[in-house]
C-alpha cells in the first residue's frame, strides 16, 4: 500500500452535473498529481499542484480544476460534466525537493466516474 | 505531448516462462518507471530508473534504461500466476508522467 488515499471510490453524475474529488496524499509527500485513466488506455496527466499552486498542467481543458491544502491534500473538481469524461481518476503523491525535482510518484487506488 | 509506444499489447504466457516488454519514445526522458496495475486498483510501482544504461532489478523483474534514453524494457522471469496484470511504462520529464497504452499479461497455469 503507497499510504495515498483517494475518496469517493465511485461516482455516478449525469452530464452537466459538477464533481469534486479528494485525495490524502502518503507521509512526507508535498505534491499531488492528477491523472485521468480511460477504458483500456494508459493515465493521462492532468495537472500537479506543489505548495498549494498548480505546478504543471497537461491537455485538459479549464473545467478541470484543483486545489492543493496546507496538509498537502488535494481536490480534483470538473464542471460540467460530459460523458467522456468517464473514467477512473488517479492521483498521485510525491516529494519536490528544494531543487524543484520532482520525486518518484506513487498511485492511490483511483476514483471510478460514470457520467450518464 | 510525448506518446510512449508500449509492445507487446497483450501476451499469453505459459508458467515458469519468462517475459519480455518494452517501450519507445520519440523523446527524451529523465526517468523510467515501470508500474503494475491490477483491475480495480490504482498502477503500483515496480522499478524507477534513474540513469542512463542503469539496469535494475527486483525480485524476479528486471529493467533497462535505454542509452538512448528514448526507451526501456521490462523482463519478467520464471512467470508465475500472480504476474497477471496490466504493466505500464512512463517516462518522466520534471513533473510529468508520460504513460505507454500498456501490455496486459494473462498466464497459462
Known amino acids: 500500500e503507497t499510504g495515498v488515499t483517494q475518496s469517493p471510490t465511485h461516482l455516478i453524475k449525469t452530464r452537466g452535473q459538477q464533481v469534486t474529488l479528494r485525495c490524502s496524499s502518503q507521509?512526507?509527500?508535498?505534491?499531488v498529481s492528477w491523472y485521468q485513466q480511460a477504458l483500456g488506455q494508459g493515465p493521462q496527466f492532468i495537472f500537479q499542484?506543489?505548495?498549494?499552486?498548480?505546478?504543471g498542467r497537461g491537455n485538459f481543458p479549464p473545467r478541470f480544476s484543483g486545489l492543493q491544502f496546507p496538509n498537502y491534500s488535494s481536490e480534483l473538481n470538473v464542471n460540467a460534466l460530459e460523458l467522456d469524461d468517464s473514467a477512473l481518476y488517479l492521483c498521485?503523491?510525491?516529494?519536490?525537493?528544494?531543487?524543484?525535482?520532482?520525486?518518484?510518484?506513487?498511485f492511490g487506488p483511483g476514483t471510478r466516474l460514470l457520467v450518464l | 505531448g510525448q506518446q510512449l509506444n508500449q509492445s507487446p499489447q497483450s501476451m499469453f504466457i505459459q508458467e515458469g516462462e519468462d517475459v519480455s516488454m518494452n517501450c519507445t519514445s520519440s523523446?527524451?526522458?529523465?526517468?523510467w518507471l515501470w508500474y503494475k496495475q491490477d483491475p480495480g486498483e490504482g498502477p503500483v510501482l515496480l522499478i524507477a530508473?534513474?540513469?542512463?544504461?542503469e539496469l535494475t532489478s527486483n525480485g524476479r523483474l528486471t529493467a533497462q534504461f535505454g542509452i538512448t534514453r528514448k526507451d526501456s524494457f521490462l523482463n519478467i522471469s520464471a512467470s508465475i500466476p500472480s504476474d497477471v496484470g496490466i504493466y505500464f511504462c512512463?517516462?518522466?520529464?520534471?513533473?510529468?508522467?508520460?504513460f505507454g497504452a500498456g501490455t496486459t499479461v494473462t498466464v497459462r497455469a
Open positions: 507521509s512526507g509527500h508535498n505534491t
Open positions: 530508473l534513474y540513469k542512463a544504461g
Open positions: 523523446s527524451i526522458f529523465n526517468t
Open positions: 512512463a517516462g518522466q520529464i520534471n513533473y510529468k508522467l508520460s
Open positions: 499542484y506543489y505548495r498549494e499552486e498548480e505546478n
Open positions: 498521485a503523491s510525491s516529494l519536490t525537493g528544494r531543487g524543484g525535482d520532482v520525486e518518484t510518484q506513487y
